[in-house]
């Protein structure tokens, strides 16, 4: 069964606007070939981190909501780690 699921990532901020570009369709390749769909995409932009990962102290923020399964969120979350352009991820699953 799909459930809706809110996917956020953060794109390292020393890529240029194609390098970022380039990243946000790798990650929409990840949920499309899970077999899960994508809602919408929402490019929050570049922002200040809470605190340093990897030594960044700012991100490219990026909102995604996602209809998949269990199996397939998995996927892409794993497909996601392995990227070392996304610092960092989280997904949950949407209220209704």
Known sequence: ??????????????????????????????????????TSTNPWGRRRLAYPIRRFVEGYYVFMLIQSDANGLNDVERSIRLNEDVIRHLAVRKEE
Do not use: C, N, Q, W
């Open 1 to 38: 069964m799909k459930r809706e699921y809110e996917l956020t990532f953060v794109i390292r901020p020393d890529l240029d606007d194609e390098g970022f570009a380039a990243v946000t369709e790798k990650v929409a390749g990840y949920v499309l070939a899970s077999g899960s769909e994508i």
